[in-house]
């Protein structure tokens, strides 16, 4: 099935040359996708980033510092709005947000596109298979997400910081503004439940590197715990509370 051009990929990258080619070669493949953007976030790399990214056919938005997902997601939709807008598009976009490691894995994302595609939700959100790389860590940080949307709106995440999400504009649109940082996908869940928006979860075969057990990697992980706890205390989750019932539509 043959589908017009009604969807945007959105990449946020920082210091991925090693992979953004292949993920934005992947994310172009998919049916009805006629513009990808990359967001360079300050990545400091001498431009490799930015460089392979737009060689491989991608709209390349550059911060010039590092600012955090969050912001490179928002920067990436309104390089999107504005395209539309000397287009004089008539029907927005979808918006589909990929991480810039998948590789080749990106063109696997057609499963999330459908269910927004078809008005049968407004975000869709990718289940990742068991990833071929080691590592990773504790699950402090997934249980701290999934914990804080079950109290704030009832909603079971299965991977809650899963970055793979499709939405309609109306759904992003009620997000505004995203969380900071790495806080991105606890608030998007959050707050797109919250405006009576309907949610799915879609298994898609991804795969991405996985963050290991060095120094480095704790730190990141502190990181999003931080960010994670910051996108629940400003989105006022009570500590204790019974969930409310999710009535998503």
Same mark, same amino acid.
Not at 3 to 20: K, M, Q
């Given at each position: 099935?043959?589908?017009?051009?009604?969807?945007?990929?959105?990449?946020?990258?920082?210091?991925?040359?090693?992979?953004?080619?292949? *993920?934005?070669?992947?994310?172009?493949?998919?049916?009805?996708?006629?513009?990808?953007?990359?967001?360079?976030?300050?990545?400091?790399?001498?431009?490799?980033?930015?460089?392979?990214?737009?060689?491989?056919?991608?709209?390349?938005?550059?911060?010039?510092?590092?600012?955090?997902?969050?912001?490179?997601?928002? !920067?990436?939709?309104?390089?999107? &709005?504005?395209?539309?807008?000397?287009?004089?598009?008539?029907?927005?976009?979808?918006?589909?947000?990929?991480?810039?490691?998948?590789?080749? !894995?990106?063109?696997?994302?057609?499963?999330?596109?459908? #269910?927004?595609?078809?008005?049968?939700?407004?975000?869709?959100?990718?289940? +990742?298979? #068991?990833?071929?790389?080691?590592?990773?860590?504790?699950?402090?940080?997934?249980?701290?997400?999934?914990?804080?949307?079950?109290?704030?709106?009832?909603?079971? &995440? *299965?991977? #809650?910081?899963?970055?793979?999400?499709?939405?309609?504009?109306?759904?992003?649109?009620?997000? +505004? #503004?995203?969380?900071?940082?790495?806080?991105?996908?606890?608030? +998007? !869940?959050?707050?797109?439940?919250?405006?009576?928006?309907?949610?799915?979860?879609?298994?898609?075969?991804?795969?991405?590197?996985?963050?290991?057990?060095?120094?480095?990697?704790?730190?990141?992980?502190?990181?999003?715990?931080?960010?994670?706890? +910051?996108?629940?205390? !400003?989105?006022?989750?009570?500590?204790?509370?019974?969930?409310?019932?999710?009535?998503?539509?």
């Amino acid at each position: 099935m043959t589908h017009s051009a009604d969807t945007a990929v959105v990449i946020s990258a920082y210091r991925e040359s090693e992979r953004i080619g292949a *993920t934005v070669d992947g994310a172009r493949s998919l049916p009805g996708i006629d513009l990808v953007i990359v967001v360079d976030d300050g990545s400091q790399d001498e431009g490799a980033t930015a460089r392979i990214a737009r060689e491989h056919g991608a709209i390349v938005v550059t911060h010039a510092r590092n600012r955090g997902k969050g912001a490179a997601m928002e !920067t990436g939709a309104a390089a999107v &709005a504005a395209i539309e807008a000397r287009e004089r598009t008539e029907q927005a976009r979808m918006l589909l947000f990929l991480d810039a490691d998948l590789e080749e !894995t990106a063109g696997n994302a057609a499963p999330l596109i459908e #269910p927004v595609r078809d008005g049968e939700a407004g975000m869709t959100i990718a289940i +990742l298979p #068991p990833q071929r790389t080691t590592g990773g860590g504790h699950g402090f940080v997934v249980k701290l997400a999934k914990d804080g949307i079950r109290r704030a709106v009832g909603f079971e &995440a *299965t991977q #809650p910081l899963s970055g793979q999400r499709c939405l309609s504009r109306a759904a992003f649109e009620a997000a +505004l #503004p995203l969380a900071h940082g790495f806080g991105v996908e606890t608030g +998007l !869940t959050i707050d797109v439940v919250r405006a009576g928006i309907r949610v799915r979860e879609v298994e898609a075969e991804f795969q991405h590197r996985v963050t290991g057990t060095d120094f480095a990697a704790q730190v990141h992980r502190g990181r999003q715990y931080r960010d994670v706890a +910051l996108a629940l205390a !400003t989105r006022s989750v009570p500590a204790n509370l019974r969930p409310a019932t999710w009535r998503g539509r």
